[in-house]
């Protein structure tokens, strides 16, 4: 699932992180979610964590490829600076949560989430998370929604747009799947 809000726009109403976190903590399996956030005013306390990133000027300049890349030999992904008290696009995933929970003083923690807000996050959702392959492929091919977008004219245009995709995740460990390989492996040597 993607929360996000039009890239240049002034009016967005951007969740705090401690209405979001409310809202879909429970949903976050790890690894599987991803945050960028900003601080709508300077932190009373130091941090030396949290990296902030200001994208390049041509959006369009991220998604170039690595062969782009070696045929111009440029990069412009924008740069990132570390900010003690504040942060524009920064990264928030698992251990950065684990970092304000368990790590900030009750006082500083409070605050970060009162002074921070979500620009973006992405997510698979814990109760989309199929615990077998073979569920996985089950609960894709049974599913059914529809995608929908109403626009109203009153005195505010708004566009609504609702989504009923398919949100199934299925995660298995890297190493474990290496490990398994090779002991296969291993019997026929």
């Not at 920064?90 to 409070?110: A, D, F, K, V």
Request: charged residues 30%; aromatic residues 14%; proline residues 2%.
């Amino acid at each position: 699932m993607i929360l996000d809000y039009k890239i240049k726009s002034n009016i967005n109403l951007y969740n705090i992180l401690e209405t979001f976190l409310k809202s879909y903590k429970n949903e976050l399996v790890e690894g599987l979610w991803f945050c960028r956030i900003s601080t709508t005013e300077d932190l009373r306390f130091d941090q030396d964590y949290f990296l902030s990133w200001y994208p390049p000027e041509k959006l369009s300049d991220i998604i170039k490829t690595d062969m782009h890349y070696e045929v111009e030999g440029k990069f412009n992904n924008g740069y990132t600076n570390i900010y003690s008290r504040q942060l524009h696009l920064s990264p928030l995933e698992t251990e950065g949560l684990n970092l304000i929970e368990y790590c900030l003083t009750r006082q500083e923690r409070e605050e970060f989430l009162s002074k921070t807000v979500v620009i973006a996050s992405g997510f698979y959702p814990k109760i989309c998370k199929c615990k077998t392959l073979e569920e996985y492929h089950q609960r894709r091919t049974e599913h059914r929604g529809e995608n929908t977008c109403q626009i109203k004219f009153k005195e505010k245009q708004t566009i609504k747009q609702t989504y009923e995709d398919n949100y199934f995740c299925y995660s298995d460990n890297l190493g474990d799947i290496l490990i398994t390989n090779l002991q296969k492996k291993a019997c026929f040597i």
